[in-house]
């Protein structure tokens, strides 16, 4: 028997201050050099992101 699926909308409560702090934390985020020639060898290529 197969049940059938339904999407269901859900809320998640958050404030403007917590959405802020995560802004300035992403400007401040410092990404390291991409290996050369790896490409998405070792995952995201950093041209990608």
Known sequence: ???EMTVQRFD???SEAAVED???R???TRWPDQIPG???DY???LDYM
């Open 22 to 24: 995560l802004r300035q």
């Open 38 to 40: 790896s490409h998405w």
């Open 1 to 3: 028997m197969v049940k």
């Open 26 to 28: 992403l400007v401040r």
């Open 43 to 45: 995952g995201v290529s």
């Open 12 to 14: 998640l409560p958050y």
